[in-house]
């Protein structure tokens, strides 16, 4: 089995080695993209085939693919650096099951990012299947030998003239057939195709052995909203989420026999945007702030640019990615990220920051009012940070064009990372 793993915007080569797994790669990307035609890779090239701007894994028959962020070195520490520091963000972001000592635990074993997201799902939904399965009560009319809840007198005198022996019953059943349950054992069964861990393996049998009462179903999207989670159930919340993604993930066109094509994608720049957000709620305390004051997405903070003339209709609304106000309620920052690679100050003054992006926090600044307003990219070599103030005499607003590293451990470098988005806060911590 041939196993790539690539960063955003690598090439990979045209090679005979590679030749197989491409053909394959191609006939699922292009199933994937659909009508939209928007391809995970580029494939214009007869040299090479170069990868965009999705990172996640794609299993096809005879091989897989493993695209990591563009955050490291291109060698094999980088690589790994990367692989980890991408499981953590999904981990942050909630978009995969597991907590840290989860993610250290399974970082030692230097598996393939699609076993090492199997073996996550599979030990989390394990354990909380062991805690207690889910189960309903569902009422039952059967003709039975002894009596079991209510005799219906009526149906029992029709169905049973001629059988004394039996007794038409209306009872409640506890079972564990539920449409929870039949999605975790769907998703196992599909990972069980997928997995090359015998760990995980074996953690997935066992969860199939444990829902052996559980109907084997094609899982439609009415199963998931047919969930409805209560204090009971809300454990599963995310483990449900996870086996979504593994069953819209399969590709039933591609799939033949225990061969199958699977896909876990996300687009790099939402999941910057959303990490960057979820670690500075996480860790409020931290740089001192209160949760109720950060708001992810403006929720909490809606404005709109624009009032429609004819009617006073508010029409197109902003969206920073982060507002944090002070703890009088007043504005303090408005954070957007950018999932960008700018040029280094010698190259560019700028740093090749767009003028749609500055005009976008302009946008902000002037419709919150707001005193600070932060671009934030990723870090490379030969940048520096830039502040710039708003020219007019109306307002003081600022505009600062802030960069984080991430070519780190970002889970064992934590307390760094943070000093360093405290500073890009304009927080004084403590090291």
Same mark, same amino acid.
């Given at each position: 089995?041939?196993? $790539?793993?690539?960063?955003?915007?690598?090439?990979?080569?045209?090679?005979?080695?590679?030749?197989?797994?491409?053909?394959?790669?191609?006939?699922?990307?292009?199933?994937?993209?659909?009508?939209?035609?928007?391809?995970? *890779?580029?494939?214009?090239?007869?040299?090479?085939?170069?990868?965009?701007?999705?990172?996640?894994?794609?299993?096809?028959?005879?091989?897989?693919?493993?695209? /990591?962020?563009?955050?490291?070195?291109?060698?094999?520490?980088?690589?790994? #650096?990367?692989?980890?520091?991408?499981?953590?963000? /999904?981990?942050?972001?909630?978009?995969?099951?597991?907590?840290?000592?989860? &993610?250290?635990?399974?970082?030692?074993?230097?598996?393939?990012?699609?076993?090492? %997201?199997?073996? $996550? *799902?599979?030990?989390?939904? $394990?354990?909380? &299947?062991?805690?207690?399965?889910?189960? =309903?009560?569902?009422?039952?009319?059967?003709?039975?030998?002894?009596?079991?809840?209510? %005799?219906?007198?009526?149906?029992?005198?029709?169905?049973?003239?001629?059988?004394?022996?039996?007794?038409?019953? #209306?009872?409640?059943?506890?079972?564990?057939?539920?449409?929870?349950?039949?999605?975790?054992?769907?998703? !196992? #069964?599909?990972?069980?195709?997928?997995?090359?861990?015998?760990?995980?393996?074996?953690?997935?049998?066992?969860?199939?052995?444990?829902?052996?009462?559980?109907?084997?179903?094609?899982?439609?999207?009415?199963?998931?909203?047919?969930?409805?989670?209560?204090?009971?159930?809300?454990?599963?919340?995310?483990?449900?989420?996870?086996?979504?993604?593994?069953?819209?993930?399969?590709?039933?066109?591609? =799939?033949?026999?225990?061969?199958?094509? *699977?896909?876990?994608?996300?687009?790099?720049?939402? %999941?910057?945007?959303?990490?960057?957000?979820?670690?500075?709620? #996480?860790?409020?305390?931290?740089?001192?702030?209160?949760?109720?004051?950060?708001?992810?997405?403006?929720?909490?903070?809606?404005?709109?640019?624009?009032?429609?003339?004819?009617?006073?209709?508010?029409?197109?609304?902003?969206?920073?990615?982060?507002?944090?106000?002070?703890?009088?309620?007043? $504005?303090?920052?408005?954070?957007?990220?950018?999932?960008?690679?700018?040029? +280094?100050?010698?190259?560019?003054?700028?740093?090749?920051?767009?003028?749609?992006?500055?005009?976008?926090?302009?946008?902000?600044?002037?419709?919150?009012?707001?005193?600070?307003?932060?671009?934030?990219?990723?870090?490379?070599?030969?940048?520096?940070?830039? +502040?710039?103030?708003?020219?007019?005499?109306? !307002?003081?607003?600022?505009?600062?064009?802030?960069?984080?590293?991430?070519?780190?451990?970002?889970?064992?470098?934590?307390?760094? *990372?943070?000093?360093?988005?405290?500073?890009?806060?304009?927080?004084?911590?403590?090291?």
């Amino acid at each position: 089995m041939r196993y $790539l793993k690539v960063a955003e915007y690598e090439r990979i080569l045209r090679s005979d080695q590679n030749r197989k797994l491409l053909t394959q790669l191609q006939g699922f990307d292009e199933q994937w993209s659909g009508s939209a035609g928007d391809t995970i *890779f580029d494939w214009n090239d007869r040299r090479f085939v170069k990868a965009k701007n999705y990172v996640g894994v794609i299993a096809v028959p005879g091989g897989a693919i493993e695209i /990591l962020p563009k955050i490291d070195k291109p060698d094999k520490e980088g690589k790994e #650096r990367a692989q980890q520091n991408l499981l953590y963000m /999904l981990s942050m972001t909630r978009k995969i099951v597991g907590e840290e000592r989860d &993610l250290a635990a399974i970082g030692k074993q230097k598996m393939p990012l699609l076993d090492q %997201l199997i073996a $996550l *799902f599979a030990e989390k939904t $394990l354990k909380e &299947l062991k805690r207690g399965i889910d189960h =309903t009560y569902v009422t039952r009319e059967e003709n039975l030998y002894r009596l079991k809840g209510k %005799l219906l007198v009526g149906k029992h005198a029709v169905k049973n003239a001629i059988h004394e022996e039996r007794v038409y019953c #209306r009872y409640d059943d506890f079972i564990s057939d539920t449409s929870l349950n039949r999605i975790l054992k769907a998703a !196992c #069964r599909r990972l069980l195709l997928l997995s090359s861990s015998t760990t995980a393996q074996k953690k997935l049998r066992e969860i199939v052995f444990l829902l052996d009462e559980v109907q084997d179903l094609e899982i439609a999207d009415h199963h998931f909203s047919d969930i409805h989670y209560n204090r009971n159930t809300e454990r599963f919340k995310p483990l449900i989420g996870f086996s979504m993604l593994v069953i819209k993930g399969m590709s039933p066109i591609w =799939t033949k026999g225990k061969e199958v094509s *699977f896909s876990l994608l996300f687009p790099m720049e939402q %999941l910057f945007e959303e990490f960057i957000a979820r670690y500075i709620h #996480r860790y409020a305390e931290d740089f001192d702030l209160l949760r109720e004051n950060i708001h992810i997405q403006a929720v909490g903070r809606r404005e709109w640019l624009l009032k429609r003339e004819h009617d006073s209709r508010d029409k197109f609304r902003l969206k920073p990615d982060l507002i944090i106000d002070d703890k009088l309620g007043g $504005l303090r920052l408005i954070l957007d990220t950018k999932w960008k690679h700018l040029k +280094s100050d010698e190259e560019d003054s700028t740093n090749g920051v767009s003028q749609a992006d500055i005009y976008q926090l302009y946008a902000y600044a002037h419709r919150y009012k707001c005193p600070e307003n932060v671009l934030l990219f990723p870090y490379v070599d030969g940048v520096t940070a830039k +502040s710039y103030t708003i020219k007019e005499g109306y !307002c003081s607003h600022k505009i600062r064009v802030e960069f984080v590293k991430l070519d780190r451990d970002l889970k064992a470098d934590g307390p760094a *990372f943070r000093l360093e988005i405290g500073k890009v806060l304009g927080i004084k911590m403590s090291a």
